[in-house]
Protein backbone atom coordinates (compact mmCIF):
# COMPACT_ATOMS: atom_id res chain seq x y z
CA UNK A 1 0.00 0.00 0.00
CA UNK A 2 1.26 3.22 -0.77
CA UNK A 3 0.50 6.04 0.89
CA UNK A 4 1.25 9.82 0.00
CA UNK A 5 4.40 11.16 1.65
CA UNK A 6 3.02 13.08 5.39
CA UNK A 7 3.43 16.98 4.34
CA UNK A 8 6.49 17.99 6.23
CA UNK A 9 5.64 21.56 6.44
CA UNK A 10 2.49 22.78 8.81
CA UNK A 11 1.64 19.47 10.65
CA UNK A 12 -2.37 19.44 10.74
CA UNK A 13 -3.35 21.59 14.15
CA UNK A 14 -5.05 19.27 16.79
CA UNK A 15 -7.64 20.62 18.89
CA UNK A 16 -6.11 21.20 22.32
CA UNK A 17 -7.62 19.33 25.35
CA UNK A 18 -6.94 19.86 28.48
CA UNK A 19 -7.63 18.21 32.09
CA UNK A 20 -9.61 20.59 33.96
CA UNK A 21 -10.65 18.02 36.96
CA UNK A 22 -9.02 14.68 37.46
CA UNK A 23 -10.78 11.68 38.94
CA UNK A 24 -9.75 12.82 42.55
CA UNK A 25 -10.30 16.42 41.84
CA UNK A 26 -14.17 15.59 40.98
CA UNK A 27 -14.84 13.53 43.93
CA UNK A 28 -13.42 16.24 46.32
CA UNK A 29 -15.91 18.67 44.37
CA UNK A 30 -18.93 16.31 45.09
CA UNK A 31 -17.89 15.87 48.57
CA UNK A 32 -17.74 20.41 49.14
CA UNK A 33 -21.02 20.45 47.27
CA UNK A 34 -22.90 17.63 49.76
CA UNK A 35 -21.64 19.59 52.51
CA UNK A 36 -22.28 22.86 51.01
CA UNK A 37 -25.75 21.61 50.79
CA UNK A 38 -26.38 20.53 54.05
CA UNK A 39 -25.14 23.78 55.32
CA UNK A 40 -27.39 25.87 53.37
CA UNK A 41 -30.55 23.36 53.96
CA UNK A 42 -29.89 23.05 57.76
CA UNK A 43 -29.17 19.38 57.56
CA UNK A 44 -31.37 18.83 54.31
CA UNK A 45 -34.59 17.97 55.43
CA UNK A 46 -37.31 17.54 53.18
CA UNK A 47 -34.40 17.85 50.20
CA UNK A 48 -35.12 16.08 47.20
CA UNK A 49 -32.07 15.58 44.52
CA UNK A 50 -33.55 15.07 41.17
CA UNK A 51 -30.28 14.49 38.34
CA UNK A 52 -31.05 15.59 34.76
CA UNK A 53 -30.19 12.95 32.53
CA UNK A 54 -27.59 11.84 31.68
CA UNK A 55 -24.81 13.05 33.74
CA UNK A 56 -27.32 14.54 36.49
CA UNK A 57 -28.19 11.54 37.82
CA UNK A 58 -24.91 9.60 39.02
CA UNK A 59 -23.79 13.17 40.41
CA UNK A 60 -27.21 13.39 42.37
CA UNK A 61 -26.81 9.62 43.54
CA UNK A 62 -23.17 10.31 44.58
CA UNK A 63 -24.43 13.49 46.45
CA UNK A 64 -26.86 11.94 48.51
CA UNK A 65 -24.58 9.12 49.78
CA UNK A 66 -22.04 11.64 50.39
CA UNK A 67 -24.98 13.37 52.58
CA UNK A 68 -25.70 10.23 54.27
CA UNK A 69 -22.36 9.44 54.99
CA UNK A 70 -21.54 12.79 56.07
CA UNK A 71 -24.39 13.23 58.31
CA UNK A 72 -26.40 9.99 58.48
CA UNK A 73 -29.77 11.68 56.64
CA UNK A 74 -31.35 10.27 53.67
CA UNK A 75 -32.28 12.25 50.67
CA UNK A 76 -34.46 10.34 48.29
CA UNK A 77 -33.26 11.14 44.77
CA UNK A 78 -34.56 10.76 41.39
CA UNK A 79 -34.82 11.51 37.41
CA UNK A 80 -36.25 14.67 35.70
CA UNK A 81 -36.31 13.69 32.02
CA UNK A 82 -36.83 17.36 30.41
CA UNK A 83 -36.41 16.06 26.74
CA UNK A 84 -40.09 17.57 26.18
CA UNK A 85 -39.36 20.51 27.92
CA UNK A 86 -36.37 21.25 25.37
CA UNK A 87 -37.14 24.46 23.31
CA UNK A 88 -34.59 23.42 20.86
CA UNK A 89 -36.41 19.93 19.52
CA UNK A 90 -37.57 21.36 15.95
CA UNK A 91 -33.91 21.70 15.53
CA UNK A 92 -33.16 17.99 15.57
CA UNK A 93 -34.05 14.86 14.39
CA UNK A 94 -36.61 13.39 17.16
CA UNK A 95 -35.42 12.76 20.69
CA UNK A 96 -35.76 9.77 22.62
CA UNK A 97 -37.44 10.08 25.50
CA UNK A 98 -36.26 8.80 28.63
CA UNK A 99 -37.75 7.89 32.15
CA UNK A 100 -38.83 10.46 34.89
CA UNK A 101 -38.69 9.02 37.92
CA UNK A 102 -39.89 10.56 41.05
CA UNK A 103 -39.39 9.65 44.86
CA UNK A 104 -42.17 7.66 46.09
CA UNK A 105 -42.34 10.79 48.51
CA UNK A 106 -42.91 13.24 45.88
CA UNK A 107 -41.77 16.78 45.37
CA UNK A 108 -44.78 18.77 46.59
CA UNK A 109 -43.74 21.33 49.03
CA UNK A 110 -40.10 20.22 49.11
CA UNK A 111 -37.12 21.67 48.50
CA UNK A 112 -35.94 20.69 45.02
CA UNK A 113 -32.02 20.52 44.05
CA UNK A 114 -31.64 19.89 40.54
CA UNK A 115 -28.94 18.52 39.64
CA UNK A 116 -26.47 18.76 36.12
CA UNK A 117 -23.02 17.84 35.11
CA UNK A 118 -22.23 21.66 33.20
CA UNK A 119 -24.28 24.83 33.49
CA UNK A 120 -23.91 26.72 29.78
CA UNK A 121 -26.65 28.53 28.14
CA UNK A 122 -29.17 28.18 31.04
CA UNK A 123 -31.80 26.33 28.72
CA UNK A 124 -31.93 23.00 29.78
CA UNK A 125 -32.08 24.12 33.33
CA UNK A 126 -35.17 26.79 31.77
CA UNK A 127 -36.79 22.85 30.62
CA UNK A 128 -36.07 21.34 33.55
CA UNK A 129 -38.41 24.28 35.64
CA UNK A 130 -40.82 23.92 33.33
CA UNK A 131 -40.32 19.94 33.66
CA UNK A 132 -40.83 20.57 37.45
CA UNK A 133 -44.10 22.69 37.53
CA UNK A 134 -45.78 19.94 35.44
CA UNK A 135 -44.86 17.22 38.34
CA UNK A 136 -45.65 18.48 41.12
CA UNK A 137 -45.14 22.05 43.37
CA UNK A 138 -41.76 22.57 45.20
CA UNK A 139 -41.43 24.82 48.01
CA UNK A 140 -38.42 25.74 46.62
CA UNK A 141 -35.97 25.00 43.90
CA UNK A 142 -32.36 25.04 43.90
CA UNK A 143 -29.43 23.97 40.72
CA UNK A 144 -25.96 22.22 42.10
CA UNK A 145 -23.97 21.67 39.17
CA UNK A 146 -20.30 19.97 38.92
CA UNK A 147 -19.24 22.94 36.41
CA UNK A 148 -19.86 25.61 35.19
CA UNK A 149 -18.70 27.68 32.00
CA UNK A 150 -20.41 30.67 31.58
CA UNK A 151 -21.92 32.33 28.82
CA UNK A 152 -25.58 32.36 29.87
CA UNK A 153 -28.39 32.95 27.76
CA UNK A 154 -31.15 33.30 30.45
CA UNK A 155 -31.18 34.87 33.91
CA UNK A 156 -30.43 31.36 35.75
CA UNK A 157 -27.99 31.16 38.14
CA UNK A 158 -26.27 27.83 40.49
CA UNK A 159 -26.74 27.44 43.73
CA UNK A 160 -23.85 25.42 44.30
CA UNK A 161 -21.11 25.32 42.15
CA UNK A 162 -18.41 22.72 41.73
CA UNK A 163 -16.06 24.93 39.72
CA UNK A 164 -16.07 27.88 37.69
CA UNK A 165 -14.62 27.38 34.32
CA UNK A 166 -13.64 30.66 32.66
CA UNK A 167 -14.54 29.19 28.65
CA UNK A 168 -14.83 30.51 24.89
CA UNK A 169 -17.73 29.87 23.09
CA UNK A 170 -15.27 27.93 20.50
CA UNK A 171 -14.44 25.80 23.51
CA UNK A 172 -16.45 22.73 24.43
CA UNK A 173 -16.52 21.40 28.52
CA UNK A 174 -16.75 17.58 28.70
CA UNK A 175 -17.91 15.92 31.75
CA UNK A 176 -17.12 11.83 31.56
CA UNK A 177 -18.76 9.92 35.07
CA UNK A 178 -17.63 6.73 35.87
CA UNK A 179 -20.98 5.08 35.91
CA UNK A 180 -21.72 6.41 32.41
CA UNK A 181 -18.62 6.94 30.78
CA UNK A 182 -15.95 4.28 33.21
CA UNK A 183 -13.74 7.35 34.41
CA UNK A 184 -14.18 10.55 36.17
CA UNK A 185 -12.95 14.03 34.03
CA UNK A 186 -13.78 17.14 33.01
CA UNK A 187 -12.00 18.40 29.88
CA UNK A 188 -11.65 21.54 28.48
CA UNK A 189 -12.09 20.84 24.43
CA UNK A 190 -10.71 23.04 21.86
CA UNK A 191 -8.82 26.09 23.54
CA UNK A 192 -5.79 27.78 22.50
CA UNK A 193 -2.63 25.84 22.32
CA UNK A 194 -0.43 27.11 25.35
CA UNK B 1 -37.27 8.20 11.43
CA UNK B 2 -39.96 7.19 9.28
CA UNK B 3 -42.00 10.51 8.12
CA UNK B 4 -45.45 8.81 7.58
CA UNK B 5 -47.20 5.39 9.60
CA UNK B 6 -48.84 3.48 7.14
CA UNK B 7 -48.43 0.20 7.58
CA UNK B 8 -47.72 -2.02 10.05
CA UNK B 9 -44.39 -3.05 7.84
CA UNK B 10 -43.05 0.11 7.68
CA UNK B 11 -41.84 -0.43 10.56
CA UNK B 12 -38.06 -2.44 12.02
CA UNK B 13 -38.10 -3.83 15.30
CA UNK B 14 -35.78 -0.89 16.35
CA UNK B 15 -38.15 2.29 15.74
CA UNK B 16 -41.31 -0.38 16.72
CA UNK B 17 -39.46 -0.88 20.36
CA UNK B 18 -38.63 2.70 20.36
CA UNK B 19 -42.17 3.68 19.84
CA UNK B 20 -43.18 0.82 22.51
CA UNK B 21 -40.56 2.21 24.70
CA UNK B 22 -41.92 5.93 24.04
CA UNK B 23 -45.33 4.65 24.64
CA UNK B 24 -44.34 3.61 28.46
CA UNK B 25 -42.81 6.85 29.26
CA UNK B 26 -46.07 8.61 27.97
CA UNK B 27 -48.46 6.58 29.50
CA UNK B 28 -46.64 8.06 33.23
CA UNK B 29 -48.49 11.56 31.83
CA UNK B 30 -51.92 9.73 32.16
CA UNK B 31 -51.12 9.64 36.28
CA UNK B 32 -49.96 13.30 36.74
CA UNK B 33 -51.81 15.87 38.00
CA UNK B 34 -51.08 18.44 34.64
CA UNK B 35 -51.70 15.56 32.06
CA UNK B 36 -50.00 18.12 28.95
CA UNK B 37 -46.54 17.49 27.65
CA UNK B 38 -45.31 20.63 25.73
CA UNK B 39 -43.84 19.02 23.12
CA UNK B 40 -45.84 19.71 20.24
CA UNK B 41 -46.90 23.52 20.81
CA UNK B 42 -48.04 25.06 17.51
CA UNK B 43 -48.30 22.02 15.67
CA UNK B 44 -51.39 20.82 13.77
CA UNK B 45 -52.81 17.56 13.83
CA UNK B 46 -56.37 17.08 11.63
CA UNK B 47 -58.20 14.04 12.27
CA UNK B 48 -59.84 13.32 9.09
CA UNK B 49 -62.12 10.97 9.19
CA UNK B 50 -64.21 9.32 6.70
CA UNK B 51 -66.08 6.23 8.41
CA UNK B 52 -67.26 6.37 11.84
CA UNK B 53 -65.28 5.70 14.70
CA UNK B 54 -65.41 6.54 18.24
CA UNK B 55 -62.33 5.44 20.54
CA UNK B 56 -60.03 5.61 17.78
CA UNK B 57 -60.81 9.25 16.61
CA UNK B 58 -61.17 10.47 20.91
CA UNK B 59 -57.93 8.60 21.45
CA UNK B 60 -56.24 10.24 18.69
CA UNK B 61 -57.45 13.71 19.96
CA UNK B 62 -56.35 12.99 23.83
CA UNK B 63 -53.06 11.97 22.13
CA UNK B 64 -52.70 15.09 20.24
CA UNK B 65 -53.81 17.70 22.88
CA UNK B 66 -52.09 15.69 25.77
CA UNK B 67 -48.53 16.67 23.58
CA UNK B 68 -50.29 20.29 23.21
CA UNK B 69 -50.76 20.58 19.44
CA UNK B 70 -54.04 22.10 18.12
CA UNK B 71 -56.51 19.32 16.89
CA UNK B 72 -58.63 19.87 13.95
CA UNK B 73 -61.70 17.29 13.64
CA UNK B 74 -63.17 16.58 10.09
CA UNK B 75 -65.63 14.07 9.41
CA UNK B 76 -67.20 13.58 6.43
CA UNK B 77 -71.00 13.67 7.62
CA UNK B 78 -71.48 17.38 7.09
CA UNK B 79 -68.57 19.18 5.25
CA UNK B 80 -67.68 19.29 1.93
CA UNK B 81 -67.06 15.73 1.37
CA UNK B 82 -70.69 15.40 1.42
CA UNK B 83 -71.37 17.70 -1.63
CA UNK B 84 -68.68 15.69 -3.47
CA UNK B 85 -65.30 16.46 -2.88
CA UNK B 86 -62.72 14.20 -3.94
CA UNK B 87 -59.79 13.18 -1.63
CA UNK B 88 -57.30 15.28 -3.05
CA UNK B 89 -59.19 18.35 -2.91
CA UNK B 90 -59.65 17.59 0.65
CA UNK B 91 -56.23 16.92 1.42
CA UNK B 92 -54.43 20.19 -0.89
CA UNK B 93 -57.28 22.38 1.70
CA UNK B 94 -55.54 20.93 4.65
CA UNK B 95 -52.01 21.18 3.00
CA UNK B 96 -53.14 25.06 2.60
CA UNK B 97 -54.51 24.87 6.22
CA UNK B 98 -51.05 23.84 7.34
CA UNK B 99 -51.41 20.81 9.36
CA UNK B 100 -48.71 19.25 10.01
CA UNK B 101 -49.70 15.87 10.34
CA UNK B 102 -53.10 14.21 8.99
CA UNK B 103 -54.61 11.17 10.98
CA UNK B 104 -57.19 9.35 8.22
CA UNK B 105 -59.70 6.87 8.77
CA UNK B 106 -61.00 6.02 5.64
CA UNK B 107 -63.19 3.15 3.74
CA UNK B 108 -60.67 2.59 0.57
CA UNK B 109 -57.89 0.49 1.15
CA UNK B 110 -54.73 2.22 0.29
CA UNK B 111 -56.81 5.80 0.81
CA UNK B 112 -54.17 6.30 3.71
CA UNK B 113 -50.99 6.09 1.01
CA UNK B 114 -52.42 7.93 -2.15
CA UNK B 115 -52.68 11.03 0.20
CA UNK B 116 -48.76 10.67 1.75
CA UNK B 117 -48.58 12.10 -2.00
CA UNK B 118 -50.29 14.61 -1.73
CA UNK B 119 -49.59 16.67 1.60
CA UNK B 120 -46.28 17.90 3.13
CA UNK B 121 -47.27 16.73 6.71
CA UNK B 122 -47.28 13.52 8.20
CA UNK B 123 -49.58 11.11 7.28
CA UNK B 124 -50.79 8.41 9.82
CA UNK B 125 -53.06 5.60 8.94
CA UNK B 126 -55.63 5.27 11.83
CA UNK B 127 -57.70 2.46 9.37
CA UNK B 128 -58.15 2.22 5.60
CA UNK B 129 -60.85 -0.33 4.44
CA UNK B 130 -59.69 -3.92 5.19
CA UNK B 131 -56.47 -3.26 4.77
CA UNK B 132 -54.32 -1.90 7.73
CA UNK B 133 -54.64 0.07 11.09
CA UNK B 134 -51.00 0.61 12.25
CA UNK B 135 -51.20 1.71 15.13
CA UNK B 136 -54.00 -0.53 16.56
CA UNK B 137 -51.53 -3.34 16.18
CA UNK B 138 -49.03 -0.83 18.35
CA UNK B 139 -51.43 -0.23 20.88
CA UNK B 140 -51.82 -4.24 20.93
CA UNK B 141 -48.40 -5.21 21.16
CA UNK B 142 -47.97 -2.80 24.11
CA UNK B 143 -50.40 -4.27 25.97
CA UNK B 144 -48.97 -7.46 25.73
CA UNK B 145 -45.45 -6.58 26.58
CA UNK B 146 -46.59 -4.86 29.41
CA UNK B 147 -48.98 -7.83 30.64
CA UNK B 148 -46.65 -10.51 30.16
CA UNK B 149 -43.16 -8.91 29.98
CA UNK B 150 -42.04 -9.84 26.29
CA UNK B 151 -42.94 -10.01 22.76
CA UNK B 152 -40.24 -12.02 21.43
CA UNK B 153 -41.59 -15.56 21.78
CA UNK B 154 -45.11 -14.84 22.78
CA UNK B 155 -47.60 -16.93 20.81
CA UNK B 156 -50.76 -15.00 19.96
CA UNK B 157 -54.06 -16.44 18.36
CA UNK B 158 -55.98 -14.08 15.72
CA UNK B 159 -59.72 -15.34 16.00
CA UNK B 160 -62.58 -14.37 13.57
CA UNK B 161 -63.08 -12.31 10.58
CA UNK B 162 -59.30 -11.88 9.27
CA UNK B 163 -60.24 -11.33 6.10
CA UNK B 164 -61.86 -7.80 6.55
CA UNK B 165 -59.97 -6.86 9.05
CA UNK B 166 -57.14 -4.69 8.95
CA UNK B 167 -56.48 -5.32 12.47
CA UNK B 168 -55.49 -8.43 11.81
CA UNK B 169 -53.43 -7.69 8.92
CA UNK B 170 -51.90 -4.67 10.94
CA UNK B 171 -51.02 -7.35 13.97
CA UNK B 172 -49.64 -9.86 12.04
CA UNK B 173 -47.06 -7.86 10.48
CA UNK B 174 -45.72 -6.28 13.82
CA UNK B 175 -45.88 -9.04 15.65
CA UNK B 176 -43.69 -11.14 13.54
CA UNK B 177 -41.43 -7.98 13.07
CA UNK B 178 -41.12 -8.33 16.78
CA UNK B 179 -40.39 -11.92 17.08
CA UNK B 180 -44.06 -13.05 17.87
CA UNK B 181 -45.47 -16.31 16.56
CA UNK B 182 -49.28 -15.61 15.19
CA UNK B 183 -51.43 -18.01 14.69
CA UNK B 184 -55.03 -16.82 12.30
CA UNK B 185 -57.88 -18.55 13.56
CA UNK B 186 -61.49 -18.48 12.06
CA UNK B 187 -64.00 -20.11 9.44
CA UNK B 188 -62.46 -21.05 6.07
CA UNK B 189 -64.24 -18.72 4.40
CA UNK B 190 -62.90 -15.29 6.26
CA UNK B 191 -59.23 -16.26 5.56
CA UNK B 192 -58.01 -15.60 2.70
CA UNK B 193 -55.70 -18.30 0.91
CA UNK B 194 -52.08 -17.57 1.50
CA UNK B 195 -52.72 -14.72 3.55
CA UNK B 196 -49.99 -15.81 6.02
CA UNK B 197 -47.64 -16.49 3.50
CA UNK B 198 -48.34 -13.06 2.04
CA UNK B 199 -48.07 -11.32 5.04
CA UNK B 200 -44.98 -12.83 7.33
CA UNK B 201 -43.20 -16.03 6.68
CA UNK B 202 -43.83 -18.11 10.09
CA UNK B 203 -47.76 -17.36 10.65
CA UNK B 204 -49.89 -20.41 10.28
CA UNK B 205 -53.10 -20.81 10.02
CA UNK B 206 -56.14 -23.33 11.79
CA UNK B 207 -59.66 -23.55 11.53
CA UNK B 208 -59.93 -25.31 14.77
CA UNK B 209 -60.24 -22.88 18.11
CA UNK B 210 -60.39 -25.54 20.35
CA UNK B 211 -56.98 -26.79 19.21
CA UNK B 212 -55.02 -23.26 19.56
CA UNK B 213 -56.16 -22.65 23.00
CA UNK B 214 -53.93 -24.54 24.92
CA UNK B 215 -51.00 -23.27 23.31
CA UNK B 216 -51.32 -19.92 23.23
CA UNK B 217 -50.21 -16.36 25.33
CA UNK B 218 -52.30 -14.16 23.89
CA UNK B 219 -55.96 -14.80 22.37
CA UNK B 220 -57.43 -11.84 20.13
CA UNK B 221 -60.87 -12.06 19.64
CA UNK B 222 -62.03 -10.08 15.82
CA UNK B 223 -65.14 -8.36 15.83
CA UNK B 224 -67.83 -9.89 13.05
CA UNK B 225 -68.06 -6.81 11.27
CA UNK B 226 -71.80 -7.07 10.03
CA UNK B 227 -71.44 -3.94 8.39
CA UNK B 228 -69.05 -5.72 5.85
CA UNK B 229 -71.22 -9.15 6.26
CA UNK B 230 -72.92 -8.96 2.47
CA UNK B 231 -71.86 -12.83 1.67
CA UNK B 232 -72.94 -16.01 3.58
CA UNK B 233 -69.75 -16.59 5.43
CA UNK B 234 -71.22 -18.51 7.86
CA UNK B 235 -74.78 -20.36 7.99
CA UNK B 236 -75.85 -17.87 11.44
CA UNK B 237 -74.43 -15.94 13.86
CA UNK B 238 -75.60 -18.78 16.74
CA UNK B 239 -73.31 -21.01 14.83
CA UNK B 240 -70.14 -18.66 14.14
CA UNK B 241 -70.44 -17.90 18.07
CA UNK B 242 -70.49 -22.02 19.29
CA UNK B 243 -67.35 -22.60 16.87
CA UNK B 244 -64.95 -19.46 17.16
CA UNK B 245 -66.71 -16.99 20.25
CA UNK B 246 -64.54 -17.05 23.17
CA UNK B 247 -67.03 -18.46 25.96
CA UNK B 248 -66.01 -19.35 29.56
CA UNK B 249 -65.66 -22.98 29.28
CA UNK B 250 -62.81 -21.93 26.14
CA UNK B 251 -61.17 -19.45 28.18
CA UNK B 252 -60.66 -22.19 30.42
CA UNK B 253 -58.48 -23.91 27.64
CA UNK B 254 -55.88 -21.10 27.89
CA UNK B 255 -53.11 -21.46 29.95
CA UNK B 256 -53.03 -19.50 33.54
CA UNK B 257 -51.26 -16.91 32.21
CA UNK B 258 -52.59 -16.43 29.14
CA UNK B 259 -54.88 -12.66 28.26
CA UNK B 260 -57.78 -11.86 26.16
CA UNK B 261 -57.69 -8.72 23.75
CA UNK B 262 -60.33 -7.46 21.40
CA UNK B 263 -59.68 -4.30 19.67
CA UNK B 264 -63.32 -3.27 19.70
CA UNK B 265 -66.18 -2.24 19.50
CA UNK B 266 -67.50 -5.95 20.47
CA UNK B 267 -70.65 -7.86 20.14
CA UNK B 268 -71.05 -9.30 23.21
CA UNK B 269 -72.86 -13.11 22.87
CA UNK B 270 -71.28 -13.06 19.31
CA UNK B 271 -67.18 -13.71 19.31
CA UNK B 272 -66.85 -12.98 23.12
CA UNK B 273 -69.35 -13.40 26.32
CA UNK B 274 -69.98 -10.94 28.67
CA UNK B 275 -68.50 -13.10 30.64
CA UNK B 276 -65.04 -13.31 29.21
CA UNK B 277 -65.02 -9.28 27.95
CA UNK B 278 -65.51 -8.96 31.93
CA UNK B 279 -62.86 -11.07 33.53
CA UNK B 280 -59.85 -10.15 34.89
CA UNK B 281 -57.80 -12.03 31.69
CA UNK B 282 -59.82 -9.25 29.43
CA UNK B 283 -57.02 -6.19 28.66
CA UNK B 284 -59.88 -4.49 26.37
CA UNK B 285 -60.40 -1.37 28.63
CA UNK B 286 -56.17 -1.41 28.81
CA UNK B 287 -56.12 -1.48 25.45
CA UNK B 288 -58.11 1.89 25.15
CA UNK B 289 -56.21 3.59 27.87
CA UNK B 290 -52.84 1.97 26.42
CA UNK B 291 -54.05 3.81 22.95
CA UNK B 292 -53.29 6.66 24.33
CA UNK B 293 -49.98 6.65 25.38
CA UNK B 294 -49.26 4.69 21.93
CA UNK B 295 -50.31 7.53 19.88
CA UNK B 296 -49.17 9.88 21.84
CA UNK B 297 -45.43 8.29 20.96
CA UNK B 298 -46.69 7.77 17.89
CA UNK B 299 -47.20 11.65 16.93
CA UNK B 300 -44.25 12.94 18.80
CA UNK B 301 -41.76 10.61 16.85
CA UNK B 302 -43.36 12.10 13.96
CA UNK B 303 -43.89 15.61 14.53
CA UNK B 304 -41.51 16.60 17.50
CA UNK B 305 -38.23 16.48 15.76
CA UNK B 306 -37.42 18.00 12.44
CA UNK B 307 -37.32 15.11 10.52
CA UNK B 308 -37.02 16.37 6.87
Known amino acids: MAYPPAAQSSPPRQPSVKVILAAADVSRVVDRIAHQILEKTQGAADTVLLGIPTRGVPLAKRLAARISTFEDVTVPVGVLDITLYRDDLRRHATRAVGPTDLPSGGIDGKRVILVDDVLFSGRTVRAALDALSDVGRPASVQLAVLVDRGHRQLPIRADYVGKNIPTALAESVKVTLAETDGADEVKLYGGTPS | ?308
Open chain 2, 1 to 308: MIRHLLSGADLDAATATQILDTAAEMATVAGREVKKLPALRGRTVVNLFYEDSTRTRISFEAAAKRLSADVINFSAKGSSVAKGESLKDTALTLQAMGADAVVVRHPASGAPHRLANWVDGSVVNAGDGTHEHPTQALLDAYTMRSRLGRLAGLHVAIVGDVLHSRVARSNVLLLSTLGAKVTLVGPPTLIPVDIAAALAPGTDVCYDLDAVLPGVDVVMMLRVQRERMNDSYFPSAREYARRYGLDAPRMRRLPEHAIVMHPGPMNRGMEITPEVADSPRSTIVEQVANGVSVRMAVLYLLLGGNNR
